[in-house]
């Protein structure tokens, strides 16, 4: 029997716990369900996940490379989350990460030739980042746009744009922005100049202001989403498309400013890369964001700060992973696996109430609809 | 499929054909381009084809697809793994191992498909999200197990990838091969064949049985079919079952019949054109195989466009280039689900899970 005074602080601290409790469970469940997967293939289990846990928060080294990793995935996942609550997926996200990456690429190394100056660093790196999420945005809303005015699906819009955008890189790469190094195997552009470089927060750790930019955005997302005007229409697109075109909302137009947001995002993820980690684009980088991004959005509930922390866990895996397979010679692809279980979990969140007999409620998410749009 | 539709598939194969022809004809006579060119774009659509069909088994009964390119993955890796093992026990019967391949790819195809229809029919997931996901546990999984078995000291296999049993033959169809020039069409291998049989199967079932009338009245108004006493579920279960088999059949193509290997990966994105494909062919297997035909010419003009390069005269310079030649098939896909090329219907309870 409860009693009345009890009451109130349980249901409060429900309310706060419920959100979380079944993303917590699908990560936990797919957690074992990986371990399973790894003993059968002759692993130890617990070496393999004592490994990923040393490999992504057992020093500061690891932290620091936690969250260079958690960086883009955070930017990305702010993408196809963003999306969602347009009502719109989008699986493009690579493809717009990687226009991002290259376009950053070309005005961090070439702009300063073209321009026969110097730039400071405070107009060049804005510049730099700011053109690559041009490039991802426009990458994003040619979907956005077929989309809204021919009906074309954008899921699979974005798959092809996804290949084109491979197409067109492996050739840019190969050709006219290849690295002219003579030492130079690789598709690869040449370094940024150093006025393009984003710095790092410390001076021994890789981790860097994107990080922090990465957060800031974050809170930005949250605001647009539910406190602009802008943020208001597009939940509205989302959720209901013809309530939205009755309530005076021009659909068509939030449509693809939604996508335009989104690519941004990705773009913003591949530019980042580019100006504080790497310092060029190299082919093959951008490959398997796209999906990782969409797993990390949904983990993250579509919620700006759920996938700051989706992205962060996403990105210790990565990072301990490489820690996992030097100690337990499991192949580090087993993350892939565990990731896509988490997926699976969270998006059939009934096998996880069943599981464990959870009784309550959760509003249902619409997140996508057929073919017909 | 309207007339107008058949007049742009044809113009475009028409286009993509006179571009070899016209590229090659120094070196050889136009019967002969043609007829190879026709021989590769029959075979290279095999996979779109078959994935076609998926998607039409599944959506006809109302359930979107777009885990097929996983699907097709999953069982390209099961299938060439399978008949690797064969391989090491009954290496002087390859035809066996390949059987067997062929058999654990379909397999492979229809419990992901199962997994599918757990997901989307049981549990009422977002059937895209469903799809998704089965996309990317076919990308972790086949990775995860490629690299687990094959590379590294602590591997399964010690470091290095036994002997395949090679790809399927290609079979000799009396009469029809024997025609002169071109014969070579018909000379094709088995899985693509079987892709031809099941277009004409596939649409003698959905339109002239009574299996097919419940799937489509499954896929266009559920509540009605259920109220004349058709079980929804399980007509869904087993039509989404029946596309996995396909996709697996797709699959099989990539590690059995076209190459004797598998790179993570390796489908490329197939899965999503098929899907094109079936949405410009209105959900019908014959105007799916038409346009699978489509997308084969493209990669068929590639494959070409690549055998003849020296002999691109240099006005034409763009050609040489596989990686703009490269677009193509992507480029038309898009064009094709703008709906500049008429509108298309689909099922009516496409994606709507089935609430009693």
């Known amino acids: 029997m409860q009693n009345i005074d009890g009451q109130i602080p349980v249901k409060k601290l429900r309310d706060l716990l419920n959100p979380l409790l079944v993303p917590l469970l699908a990560i936990f469940t797919a957690m074992v369900a990986g371990g399973i997967i790894i003993?059968?293939?002759?692993?130890?289990?617990?070496?393999?996940?004592?490994?990923?846990?040393?490999?992504?928060?057992?020093?500061?080294?690891?932290?620091?490379?936690?969250?260079v990793w958690a960086t883009p995935y955070i930017f990305a996942g702010l993408a196809v989350a963003v999306a969602f609550k347009g009502g719109?997926?989008?699986?493009?996200?690579?493809?717009?990460?990687?226009?991002?990456?290259?376009?950053?690429?070309?005005?961090?190394?070439?702009?300063?030739?073209?321009?026969?100056?110097?730039?400071?660093?405070?107009?060049?790196?804005?510049?730099?980042?700011?053109?690559?999420?041009?490039?991802?945005?426009?990458?994003?809303?040619?979907?956005?746009?077929?989309?809204?005015?021919?009906?074309?699906?954008?899921?699979?819009?974005?798959?092809?744009?996804?290949?084109?955008?491979?197409?067109?890189?492996s050739f840019l790469l190969n050709g006219p922005m290849r690295d002219p190094d003579p030492l130079n195997l690789s598709a690869r552009t040449p370094e940024i100049a150093a006025s393009a470089r984003i710095p790092t927060i410390f001076p021994d750790l890789r981790v860097h202001w994107g990080f922090v930019l990465a957060l800031l955005v974050a809170v930005i997302i949250w605001w647009l989403l539910w406190k602009t005007t802008m943020g208001f229409e597009i939940r509205t697109v989302g959720a209901n498309p013809d309530a939205a075109k009755y309530a005076g909302i021009n659909?068509?137009?939030?449509?693809?400013?939604?996508?335009?947001?989104?690519?941004?995002?990705?773009?913003?993820?591949?530019?980042?890369?580019?100006?504080?980690?790497?310092?060029?684009?190299?082919?093959?980088?951008?490959?398997?964001?796209?999906?990782?991004?969409?797993?990390?959005?949904?983990?993250?509930?579509?919620?700006?700060?759920?996938?700051?922390?989706?992205?962060?866990?996403?990105?210790?895996?990565?990072?301990?992973?490489?820690?996992?397979?030097?100690?337990?010679?499991?192949?580090?692809?087993?993350?892939?696996?565990i990731q896509g279980l988490i997926l699976l979990f969270v998006a059939a969140d009934a096998i996880i109430r069943f599981i464990y007999r959870i009784r309550v409620r959760e509003e249902r998410v619409v997140l996508t609809r057929g073919w017909g749009g | 499929m309207d007339w107008r539709r058949f007049a742009i598939i044809a113009l475009v194969i028409v286009i993509m054909f006179g571009t070899v022809v016209v590229v090659g004809i120094s070196q050889n006579s136009p019967l002969v381009i043609i007829?190879?060119?026709?021989?590769?774009?029959?075979?290279?659509?095999?996979?779109?084809?078959?994935?076609?069909?998926?998607?039409?088994?599944?959506?006809?009964?109302?359930?979107?697809?777009?885990?097929?390119?996983?699907?097709?993955?999953?069982?390209?890796?099961?299938?060439?793994?399978?008949?690797?093992?064969?391989?090491t026990v009954f290496h002087q019967v390859p035809?066996?191992?390949?059987?067997?391949?062929?058999?654990?790819?379909?397999?492979?195809?229809?419990?992901?498909?199962?997994?599918?229809?757990?997901?989307?029919?049981?549990?009422?997931?977002?059937?895209?999200?469903g799809g998704t996901v089965i996309n990317i546990l076919a990308t972790g999984i086949t990775g995860f197990l490629n690299r687990q078995m094959f590379f590294g000291s602590g591997s399964v296999f010690g470091g290095t990838v036994p002997h395949s049993p090679g790809v399927l033959p290609s079979i000799h169809i009396p009469l029809l091969a024997d025609i002169p020039v071109f014969g070579r069409i018909f000379q094709q291998q088995p899985i693509t064949l079987s892709a031809l049989a099941l277009v004409v199967i596939t649409h003698f079932v959905l339109f002239h049985t009574r299996w097919g009338l419940r799937t489509r009245a499954v896929g266009e108004?559920?509540?009605?079919?259920?109220?004349?006493?058709?079980?929804?579920?399980?007509?869904?279960?087993?039509?989404?079952?029946?596309?996995?088999?396909?996709?697996?059949?797709?699959?099989?193509?990539?590690?059995?019949?076209?190459?004797?290997?598998?790179?993570?990966?390796?489908t490329n994105g197939r899965g999503f054109i098929a899907l094109a494909a079936m949405i410009f062919g209105n959900w019908t297997p014959f105007g799916?195989?038409?346009?699978?035909?489509?997308?084969?010419?493209?990669?068929?003009?590639?494959?070409?466009?690549?055998?003849?390069?020296?002999?691109?005269?240099?006005?034409?310079?763009?050609?040489?280039?596989?990686?703009?030649?490269?677009?193509?098939?992507?480029?038309?896909?898009?064009?094709?689900?703008?709906?500049?090329?008429?509108?298309?219907?689909?099922?009516?309870?496409?994606?709507?899970?089935?609430?009693?």
């Open chain 1, 39 to 67: 003993a059968i293939v002759g692993g130890n289990p617990f070496a393999a996940y004592w490994g990923l846990v040393q490999g992504s928060f057992g020093s500061a080294a690891a932290l620091s490379e936690t969250a």
């Open chain 2, 35 to 87: 007829t190879s060119m026709l021989a590769t774009t029959i075979a290279v659509a095999t996979p779109l084809t078959l994935g076609a069909l998926s998607g039409i088994y599944c959506e006809r009964s109302g359930v979107v697809n777009i885990g097929i390119e996983g699907m097709m993955l999953g069982a390209a890796f099961f299938g060439w793994l399978a008949s690797i093992y064969m391989n």
């Open chain 1, 251 to 337: 659909v068509k137009r939030t449509i693809v400013i939604t996508m335009a947001i989104s690519g941004a995002l990705a773009g913003l993820a591949g530019a980042i890369e580019v100006t504080a980690l790497n310092y060029r684009h190299e082919l093959g980088f951008s490959v398997g964001y796209g999906f990782d991004s969409i797993a990390i959005a949904l983990l993250g509930k579509t919620n700006p700060f759920g996938v700051v922390l989706a992205a962060i866990l996403f990105g210790a895996m990565r990072n301990g992973g490489t820690r996992m397979q030097f100690m337990t010679q499991i192949p580090v692809d087993i993350i892939s696996v």
């Open chain 2, 288 to 356: 799916a195989w038409a346009a699978a035909l489509v997308f084969g010419a493209a990669q068929a003009l590639q494959i070409n466009l690549q055998f003849f390069r020296e002999l691109i005269p240099p006005s034409l310079a763009i050609l040489q280039n596989s990686y703009v030649v490269g677009l193509a098939p992507y480029i038309l896909t898009m064009l094709i689900l703008t709906g500049l090329i008429g509108k298309t219907i689909a099922p009516a309870a496409d994606g709507k899970p089935y609430e009693k």
């Open chain 2, 95 to 129: 035809m066996l191992s390949l059987l067997t391949g062929v058999f654990v790819a379909v397999l492979t195809g229809g419990l992901f498909a199962l997994l599918h229809a757990v997901l989307s029919i049981t549990f009422k997931v977002d059937q895209i999200i």
């Open chain 2, 221 to 266: 108004h559920p509540r009605a079919a259920d109220t004349v006493g058709i079980n929804v579920i399980r007509m869904r279960y087993l039509n989404v079952i029946i596309g996995g088999f396909m996709a697996g059949l797709g699959g099989a193509y990539f590690t059995l019949e076209s190459i004797s290997s598998f790179e993570p990966m390796m």
């Open chain 1, 88 to 169: 719109l997926f989008n699986i493009g996200a690579e493809g717009q990460l990687a226009f991002g990456a290259v376009m950053a690429a070309l005005i961090g190394y070439a702009l300063p030739g073209w321009l026969h100056i110097d730039l400071p660093a405070y107009i060049h790196i804005p510049l730099t980042v700011g053109l690559g999420m041009l490039a991802g945005a426009i990458w994003a809303a040619i979907p956005g746009a077929l989309k809204a005015y021919t009906g074309g699906h954008e899921v699979i819009n974005t798959i092809m744009m996804n290949y084109i955008a491979l197409n067109i890189t």
